[in-house]
């Protein structure tokens, strides 16, 4: 029902065409960014507590129906979940228990997370009730790949997407749907990397945007440098360094 009422609120929105999907909002920096640049935006976040603090801070763009922020976790289906708050950096929530989890969050105490119920549901269906993406970023804290494996089977691939890369299989699932041409964007050095980056609007004009710290980054065009290809990307990748990074894909004919 919720996803119903959702998809009519968006075909009926006056907002810009251009639809972008924000898997795992956090504190909707990267939601600001995406509005600047005159997108509409389904933001998906599994922390209550960050979904009021992003209805507050963009109740004019969620009445306008350019921002629609939905309370839940991504999974392989329909279901209540439980999510682990970490007590005090968000960005280090996760649904995966502490025997699964990897990297810096598995070295983190049980007691450090606050565990609470979220409703759950597959990314392919939310996308198809609430229109085609223009891109999708995803960043769940070690379930990317699950989200990736779905979309490739629900035959959804987007001319953008991004993924956080915590292993070489989001770059397999990203080389199995399709995509020849990448970019890396290191996450940890975001804020000292685009302080004040021209990025482009879905009209034409052009802005400053600085991206802060713990935020994506830019995406598609905006992000300098050449798009890479398979081979010279998971080079890249293999020699990255410490740190998280997000690998971006751009499809053949990119809408």
Request: aromatic content about 8%; glycine content about 8%; charged content about 20%.
């Amino acid at each position: 029902m919720l996803l119903k009422r959702l998809a009519m609120r968006l075909r009926t929105s006056p907002a810009p065409a251009g639809l972008i999907y924000d898997i795992g909002m956090n504190n909707g920096d990267d939601c600001a960014y995406y509005l600047k640049k005159g997108f509409r935006v389904v933001a998906i976040e599994a922390n209550p507590a960050l979904c009021a603090a992003a209805a507050a801070r963009f109740a004019g763009e969620i009445a306008a129906g350019r921002l629609t922020v939905l309370n839940l976790g991504i999974s392989d289906a329909p279901k209540a979940a439980t999510f682990y708050v970490h007590t005090t950096n968000n960005v280090l929530s996760t649904f995966l228990p502490l025997a699964e989890r990897t990297g810096y969050t598995g070295t983190l105490p049980a007691e450090e997370f606050t565990p609470v119920k979220v409703k759950t549901r597959r990314l392919s269906e939310i996308i198809r009730s609430c229109g085609p993406a223009h891109y999708i970023k995803i960043d769940i804290e070690g379930l990317d790949d699950r989200c990736l494996a779905d979309l490739n089977h629900a035959g959804l691939i987007p001319p953008y997407i991004s993924a956080e890369a915590h292993n070489v299989d989001s770059y397999c699932h990203l080389v199995a749907m399709g995509y020849r041409r990448f970019k890396i964007v290191a996450g940890e050095t975001v804020a000292e990397d685009y302080p004040a980056l021209m990025i482009t609007r879905t009209d034409g004009t052009q802005v400053e945007h600085a991206f802060p710290a713990h935020s994506a980054g830019p995406f598609g065009e905006d992000i300098p440098g050449p798009w890479l290809d398979k081979d010279a990307v998971l080079a890249d990748w293999l020699k990255r360094g410490k740190g998280w990074f997000d690998l971006h894909a751009k499809a053949a004919e990119p809408g």
